[in-house]
């Protein structure tokens, strides 16, 4: 069982920054591909960011590519997501993902996760 707490968010006006995190419990972070998803009002869930277990390979949605960064710290348990140039729709609550199997590519396409965090809210502004 691997439980993901997500923090960093907060109100922020465009053009603006962000760092979140998700803190993972559990002695096997390493041993999982880790994500970040997005909800914003009256939408679906969709996917952000993922990164391998090694963080050679980072997949990206095409609307936050070049803006946002995702990285990892296996030794702190702690995956990040670095948000620069914020838009009004990025507005959404943020949620970190964990998959036992699957790889960052599956995460992309919303498959193989086996847990998530409770999300965290980013508010942009403008």
């Known amino acids: 069982q691997v439980q993901l707490v997500e923090s960093g968010g907060g109100l922020v006006q465009a053009g603006g920054s962000l760092r979140l995190s998700c803190a993972a419990s559990?002695?096997?972070?390493?041993?999982?591909?880790m994500g970040w998803f997005r909800q914003a009002p009256g939408k679906e869930r969709d996917f952000v960011a993922a990164?391998?277990?090694?963080?050679?390979?980072?997949p990206y949605a095409d609307s936050v590519k070049g803006r946002f960064t995702i990285s990892r710290d296996n030794a702190k348990n702690t995956i990040y997501l670095q948000m620069n140039r914020l838009k009004l729709e990025d507005t959404a609550v943020y949620y970190c993902?964990?998959?036992?199997?699957?790889?960052?590519?599956?995460?992309?396409?919303?498959?193989?996760?086996?847990?998530w965090g409770k999300g965290t809210l980013v508010t942009v502004s403008s």
């Open positions: 990164i391998s277990r090694s963080g050679s390979s980072t």
């Open positions: 993902a964990a998959a036992q199997r699957g790889a960052a590519q599956d995460m992309a396409v919303n498959r193989g996760i086996d847990y």
């Open positions: 559990g002695r096997t972070f390493r041993h999982y591909a």
